[in-house]
């Protein structure tokens, strides 16, 4: 017998030149570290199953599991517009994935990079009602920029490098890719980096020099120019090519709830937000204007109030990287696709060359603007109940926190308060729900802010009413060690539609009263609450307690905290345009509308 050793069967060893063979599944996995995903928020359930357990072995995404798939969608959002990247958020089939829906609408209306990647049935139990089957896709068809079935393992990798290829460029927005069972189970060499193929996906980022020129010298012969500021600003990084372009015009600078933060509110020329709640200044200067130059801004309803009305003596400049929105509310005498970064850049010389003889003199207009100033001060009264003052306690907490930290608001009065009484200075420290307007944003949001911004304070402000509606995050943030700061401005109610009853119906107010504070028992009890989610819960109902309660929230850093403000019901939101009514009609407080008038 030979007493040679008989060798012992292992792997075959793979060619260098061959791809790996990786499940569908696998293939996601790798996928999305191949495209730099570092965090994700997500919750499992039977039809994402197999990518889940891919996932347990990576160390190099981290996953945070949520107690609700809503919430993994506005903290994937939260993520990405504190920190300009991909937010990413996973769920199952049917409910799973239904539940993101909201998130996905929000983030589209607010132009959010997202990717959403959901489970499916296997695809032969497809259209025969099965157990969480949802057509998901079908779906959100009308709510993302794109929305993809994948059905076979190979095309698992060319589809997510499509996805956020889509979501990232251009207008951003979310992206679902919706991933059947079988797919994810079943195997398919895996070929990196794949052939993206988008036929007719050709973002314009560089706008044609004749617009430009064009631009520029509407500029230079305008009188009473304003700088409309939209949030595609923010989305473009051109905070810094803004502040240049804007002390070189000298036009004063409005920024809408979207674009707080995009130019400095300590900087002279801001006038502040403009639209419903804006400042009066910021109001009356866009309806006295004779040019508006709409940067990254989509004339929203609640900027312009009644269209026909709107700086009905202004011409238009619209700069926006969406074609599809450049005259679709406003007709644009000069229109311009592009990048808002691209096209300050090459605006800016383009305006020098047009002035070098003369430049335009705007100084009766900042007559006029100072004059609004002086007459109409951003302000309010102090509530004569004996409560809090919620936009004392709001501003407060701004000054205390100050620029450097991150604020997420929910939706309502406190929302707008937080946009009135907070000096934002960079882009990214304000996050808000603005196109949906969606309740329960604020918590999951600043959940997601602080996992991309790790070394910044995060605050949730939020009312009573949306507190309720996304709070069980606060679990997500104790177990994970996120420790966000959550404002609670308690006035027992849904503020702003309590508001609206006043002002509108009569003082009917018909459902508003949410039983949380004031005279009523407290239901629920958010210091409980708190202390059940192991949360710091802090109860203020003094001036004097206000400033001792920030300050502790920010030095407690081992766990969230939940500060319960009992604020005045009676509180009201001013300036207020009514809805339905020209911006002309700005009041400045109940029944104070300052006067104006036209040329």
């Known amino acids: 017998m030979s007493t040679e050793a008989t060798p012992v069967p292992g792997p075959s060893v793979q060619s260098r030149s061959e791809p790996p063979v990786l499940t ?208 595609g600003v923010v989305r473009a990084g051109a905070h810094a090519e803004l502040l240049r372009f804007a002390e070189e015009t000298g036009a004063p600078v409005v920024t809408t709830l979207m674009a707080r933060g995009a130019f400095p509110d300590s900087h002279q020329q801001n006038l502040g937000m403009p639209g419903m709640h804006g400042t009066v200044p910021s109001v009356l200067a866009l309806q006295e204007s004779d040019l508006l130059i709409a940067l990254g801004a989509r004339f929203d309803d609640r900027v312009t109030g009644k ?23 406003r007709a644009a005498d000069v229109p311009i696709v592009g990048d808002a970064r691209e096209v300050l850049l090459d605006l800016l010389p383009a305006y020098r060359d047009a002035t070098k003889a003369v430049k335009p003199d705007f100084s009766d207009w900042w007559k006029r603007i100072e004059s609004l100033r002086t007459q109409y001060p951003l302000g309010y009264t102090l509530p004569d109940d004996g409560l809090l003052s919620p936009q004392w306690v709001i501003e407060k907490i701004g000054e205390l926190s ?48 602080k996992v991309a911004q790790p070394d910044r304070l995060v605050w949730a402000i939020d009312g009573d009413g949306c507190f309720q509606m996304t709070n069980q995050e606060l679990a997500t943030c104790t177990i994970n060690e996120i420790p966000i700061k959550v404002a609670v401005i308690n006035n027992s109610s849904l503020g702003m539609v309590r508001q609206w009853q006043t002002l509108f119906y009569d003082g009917r107010h018909s459902f508003t009263d949410l039983n949380t504070g004031h005279d009523t028992a407290m239901i629920p009890d958010f210091i409980k609450m708190a202390d059940a989610y192991g949360a710091l819960g802090i109860r203020v109902t003094k001036p004097e307690e206000v400033e001792p309660a920030i300050r502790l929230a920010m030095e407690t850093n081992d766990r969230p905290v939940v500060i319960d403000f009992i604020v005045s019901r009676d509180a009201m939101v001013w300036p207020m345009v009514p809805q339905g009514v020209g911006n002309s009609q700005v009041q400045y407080a109940r029944d104070h509308a300052p006067e104006w008038e036209r040329e």
């Open 24 to 231: 569908g599944s696998g293939a996601i996995l790798a996928s999305l570290e191949k495209l730099g995903v570092t965090d994700v928020f997500g919750l499992p359930g039977g039809a994402i199953m197999p990518f889940y357990d891919e996932l347990m072995a990576s160390t190099a995404i981290r996953h945070i599991l949520v107690r609700h798939e809503q919430g993994a969608g506005h903290a994937a959002e939260g993520y990405a517009a504190a920190s300009g990247r991909l937010g990413v958020c996973i769920a199952t089939s049917g409910p799973g994935a239904t539940n993101l829906v909201t998130a996905i609408a929000d983030a589209y209306m607010d132009s959010v990079p997202l990717l959403a990647i959901t489970g499916q049935v296997f695809s032969t139990s497809m259209g025969t009602d099965a157990f969480q089957e949802v057509d998901i896709t079908g779906i959100t068809m009308p709510i993302t920029k794109h929305s993809f079935l994948v059905t076979k393992p190979e095309d698992v990798a060319g589809v997510l490098a499509a996805a956020v290829h889509i979501a990232t460029t251009g207008r951003p927005g979310p992206v679902l890719v919706d991933v059947t069972k079988d797919a994810q189970q079943k195997s398919a060499p895996f070929i990196w980096p794949p052939k993206i193929d988008l036929p007719g996906y050709r973002p314009v980022t560089k706008a044609h020099g004749k617009q430009i020129n064009a631009a520029a010298q509407l500029i230079a012969e305008s009188r009473r120019p304003v700088l409309y500021v939209g949030g």
């Open 307 to 329: 269209v026909s009305e709107f700086a009905p003596h202004a011409k238009v400049i619209h700069v926006d990287i969406d074609p599809a929105e450049i005259g679709k509310i």
């Open 402 to 449: 100050g620029p450097e930290a991150i604020y997420a608001a929910g939706v309502g009065q406190h929302q707008m308060w937080a946009a009135q009484f907070i000096k934002y200075e960079r882009p990214g420290a304000w996050l808000n729900s603005g196109g949906a307007g969606t309740m329960g944003y604020a918590v999951p949001a600043a959940m997601g802010a």
